[in-house]
């Protein structure tokens, strides 16, 4: 198929163009700056058969009142973007994938997990964000794929390449108490859900692109610490998060339980479900990374 990835240029879409062509589509993959001009996002658009947008700014930051509105324009304003560009198109694509997360959804515990009958969304300002980047994703014609991201771990990139140098060093332990759940995917699975919601057609509406099991922060954290050998000590309280990212530590403190019903129940099967496969997989000196 030819393939087009926008926001093509960052972790995940740089492991997506690997993956893909590797599997013997044509893929194209651009960054944030397609969007400043609407020809060149016209033309990079037409005549493809997927478009995959993954588009945003990180949101693992520091959030000031200014940063939070990059987040919403990185997110909002480009699909509104490459809404113009693809009804200026005479081949339009024939399918459009969309990236979204799982902080849309309301707080919940591990022991609660929930999947995409949820139809309820969370009182915060990620749900917030989530909820205005799907309404403007629902403008585009045709409607997209929804995927809703849990938390990626690769080591070049993403959240677990931030936690390894306070790990690596013997400083990890429980963030924030460590009892919010966290729902994570491994890399290699989550090029390959995407490919198979590419692939399938059928594969319309929302879906969830986790590993089908959460576990708290605290098992997350002593997991990575027994994986690294390392001790597993020393806590980061709330607190001091909020020293580090205001309001954005909520990021680190949502508590999500997540199932990627829909995408199991449509045949895809996961290589890493469980998250000490995953990270051995990740930080094995002979793991071979995209």
């Known amino acids: 198929m030819r393939v087009l990835i926008l926001g093509g240029t960052g972790f995940i879409g740089s ?8 599997q013997g589509h044509h893929v194209v993959a651009f960054g944030r700056s397609v969007f ?3 020809v060149e996002l016209q033309n990079a658009v037409n005549g493809q058969d997927i478009v995959i947008n993954l588009t945003g700014e990180n949101i693992g930051k520091r959030w000031s009142e200014s940063y939070k509105q990059k987040l919403i324009a990185s997110r909002v304003e480009t699909s509104k973007k490459l809404k113009e560009a693809i009804d200026l198109c005479n081949q ?11 902080g849309i959804y309301p707080e919940n515990s591990c022991q609660n997990p929930i ?15 989530g909820k205005a980047w799907e309404n403007q994703n629902n403008q585009l014609s045709p409607k997209p794929t929804v995927m809703r991201f849990g938390v990626v771990l690769g080591t ?44 399938h057609e059928e594969l319309q509406g929302v879906f969830n692109l986790t590993a089908p099991v959460p576990l708290s922060n605290d098992e997350f954290g002593r997991a990575l610490a027994k994986t690294l050998h390392r001790p597993y000590l020393i806590p980061l309280p709330l607190w001091q998060l909020k020293l ?34 995953a990270l051995s997989d990740l930080l094995s000196p002979k793991t071979e990374q995209y």
């Not at 492991?15 to 590797?22: G, N």
């Not at 680190?252 to 469980?274: C, D, M, N, V, Y």
Request: charged share 20%; proline share 4%.
């Open 36 to 38: 400043d001009d609407t």
């Open 92 to 102: 339009k694509p024939k399918r459009i994938l969309v990236a979204s997360a799982i």
């Open 244 to 277: 580090m990212f205001g309001e954005g530590a909520q990021v680190l403190t949502h508590s999500s339980a997540i199932l990627p019903k829909r995408l199991t129940e449509s045949g895809f099967e996961f290589e890493f479900s469980q998250v000490k496969k």
């Open 156 to 199: 070049n990139g993403g959240a677990l390449a931030k936690m390894l140098p306070p790990f690596k060093l013997g400083l990890g332990g429980p963030v924030a108490g460590g009892r919010q759940c966290f729902s994570w995917i491994h890399i290699k699975d989550l090029v390959r859900a995407i490919e198979f919601l590419m692939t």
């Open 115 to 129: 999947d995409e009958t949820v139809t309820l969304y969370g009182n915060n300002f990620l749900a917030e964000l």
């Open 15 to 22: 492991h997506l163009k690997t993956h893909l062509m590797a």
